[in-house]
């Protein structure tokens, strides 16, 4: 096959024109129009403002290190598109993405589909194909109405709450909690951490109408020995391990996945396998050493993003 996957990724990318659409109708007629391969996968959907990748990212490596094929939907990407569709940390190959989008592409333009609509689609028909035993899927924008939300997993979780899109999700914290609290699905185990008590009212009150059953991690079951420049040890369920990510907001983040992954493997969980997923995590633009030990990149774009990552260079260089 000929193609170019500049000219493919700019055909993807102008469906942008078509802007941020809320709602599930055109991601449920597009995955209808493809087999509806979401339905063949075993699935783990995280919601929230900040964290959502960090979460992923670790939770993957947990599950690969424990022998699954592992399929991982994040975004937005840092350098290339290929970055948001992963196997066990190998990107999504160009001739898939051109195949993908040039037998689909009467159906995508039939239906209006947006970029993040496309995209999504795309990774789950990728995971269905490459027959994954699990796949992670971080939302986009939101969780209710979120074009992901199509899915019905077997573990949510879901990551710090704050103010971020509010011209779309609500100019409230709580508004926003009752958005992302949209992908608690009936029966389906929902994780979290202790945060502000009106989003964890929000979450207590959407896990009993769904009947799901509703995990908090408490603050005081996590003990921070060491947060440095080279990452932080920690202490959980009397267990230490070694997170090189940088800053006390990450480390949230890893119990949670810690915690998804118990859900999902049960008595197969093996906690020194988990120490070492910990210890070899790497999750590029999450205050990121750039060349030299003062320059540092970070992927912060909120007010709570910007704040954690503020105060956490504060801390290492006060």
């Not at 802007?19 to 959907?45: A, F, M, S, Y």
């Not at 949230?252 to 493997?265: F, G, H, V, Y």
């Amino acid at each position: 096959m000929t193609f170019s996957i500049n000219t493919i990724l700019e055909e993807l990318y102008s469906l942008q024109r078509l802007g941020i659409k809320i709602g599930l109708e055109h991601t449920v007629q597009l995955l209808d129009e493809i087999g509806n391969p979401h339905k063949k996968l075993r699935l783990v959907h995280v919601a929230g403002t900040n964290g959502k990748g960090t979460t992923c990212s670790i939770l993957t490596k947990i599950l690969i290190d424990h022998g699954f094929k592992v399929g991982l939907y994040t975004s937005p990407h840092l350098k290339k598109f290929n970055e948001r569709i992963q196997i066990n940390g190998c990107q999504i190959a160009d001739e898939y993405v051109a195949t993908f989008f040039n037998e689909n592409r009467a159906k995508i333009n039939k239906i209006k589909a947006t970029f993040f609509e496309t995209t999504t689609a795309m990774a789950l028909n990728y995971f269905k194909d490459q027959a994954v035993d699990y796949a992670v899927i971080e939302t986009g924008l939101g969780g209710r109405l979120d074009s992901t939300n199509v899915i019905i997993p077997k573990v949510c979780g879901i990551t710090s709450i704050s103010l971020d899109h509010t011209e779309i999700l609500g100019d409230t914290i709580e508004k926003i909690a009752l958005e992302k609290a949209g992908i608690i699905k009936q029966g389906v185990p929902i994780l979290t951490f202790e945060q502000k008590k009106s989003i964890l009212k929000i979450l207590r009150k959407e896990a009993d109408k769904k009947k799901s059953n509703l995990d908090i991690i408490l603050d005081n079951s996590i003990n921070i020995i060491r947060s440095d420049e080279n990452g932080t040890v920690f202490r959980y369920s009397d267990l230490e391990f070694e997170l090189p990510l940088v800053g006390n907001h990450q480390v949230k983040n890893c119990i949670l996945a810690i915690n998804i992954s118990k859900k999902l493997l049960g008595g197969l969980l093996d906690i020194s396998k988990v120490k070492n997923s910990v210890k070899a995590t790497n999750w590029p633009g999450r205050l990121e050493q750039i060349k030299s030990r003062n320059m540092y990149y970070d992927v912060a774009h909120n007010v709570a993003g910007i704040s954690a990552m503020v105060q956490t260079i504060s801390k290492i260089y006060n």
